[in-house]
Structures are given as C-alpha cells and as structure tokens.
Nanobody, 128 residues
Framework: VQLQASGGGLVHPGGSLRLPCPASGRTLDEYSIAWFRQTPGKERKGVSCISRRRGATYYTDSVKDRFTVSKDNAENTVFLQMNSLKPDDTAVYFC??????????????????????WGQGTLVTVSS
C-alpha cells in the first residue's frame, strides 16, 4: 500500500487543520493506521491511530479532545482532524500502516517499529 499525507500548513494558535492520508494499491480495511509526528532532533512519536479491528481509536494524552482520527472507506483515506491547535503541535506529521489488527495495547499506542508502510510527511506549523 502507498500512503501520501498532505494538508499541512501554517495556522494560528486555536486554529484547525485536517490532514488526509489517501491510500493506493490496497484498501485501508486491511491495515491499522497511525499518525506520528516528529520535530527536529527528536524521535517520531505516536499521536493517534485507528485499528483494523472494529475501527477502535486511540489518542495520546496531549491531543485528546482536540484531534479526531477517522477513515472514509469510499475514498480509501484516513483523516486527522486537528482542532484547537497549539504551538506544541508544530511538527512534521506522518501517516503509517501495518497489517496488525490493533494499533494500541494496554492503553499504549504501538511504536513506529510496528509500521511497515509510511507516507511522506507534511509540515504543520502553529504560530501567531
């Protein structure tokens, strides 16, 4: 499966962005999908994910109640809706996929090592 994240840009604090991650080659129903983000000099960190099994979702604490992950099967696309953005959300955002049934275990998101397929990153900058 090929992934391509997009939708990044410059937004003021408190603003919103929606990042699409369309897939090609295979249907997203076959994968658990995650969003990671990375800032310069830091490791890639999980933000949110949606499991292949039952579409169960997970959010890291820092984005709960602000971000929403969803999947549109007709468009074969996963979305990350980001509201109430903060400067700390500034990062390059990546979508990733792996064939496992769940994307989190014991209330912890599976790490980037699990993910086999990655899209290119998209830069989100939150600044006034």
């Amino acid at each position: 499966v090929q992934l391509q994240a997009s939708g990044g840009g410059l937004v003021h604090p408190g603003g919103s962005l929606r990042l699409p991650c369309p897939a090609s080659g295979r249907t997203l129903d076959e994968y658990s999908i995650a969003w990671f983000r990375q800032t310069p000099g830091k490791e890639r960190k999980g933000v949110s994910c949606i499991s292949r099994r039952r579409g169960a979702t997970y959010y890291t604490d820092s984005v709960k109640d602000r971000f929403t992950v969803s999947k549109d099967n007709a468009e074969n696309t996963v979305f990350l809706q980001m509201n109430s953005l903060k400067p700390d959300d500034t990062a390059v955002y990546f979508c990733a996929a792996f064939s496992g049934p769940v994307c989190y275990v014991n209330n912890s998101m599976l790490g980037s090592d699990y993910y086999e397929y990655w899209g290119q990153g998209t830069l989100v900058t939150v600044s006034s």
